[in-house]
């Protein structure tokens, strides 16, 4: 079975840091794997700095 997943970790005042999205595989019953790509959409220190992939 795969299936689709997305995370997104947001403050308190909801600005998005970043978003990761990738697969979940279940090889068996006791055991998942995931394959992710992270990207970092704001840096905590700065909130005029936006990266860019």
Known sequence: MIENLEIQSCAG????FFACT???TVNTPKT???????SLVRSIDDNSKIFHD
């Open 32 to 38: 998942t794997s995931f394959l992710t790509s992270l």
């Open 22 to 24: 990738g697969i979940i």
């Open 13 to 16: 005042n909801n600005k998005l």
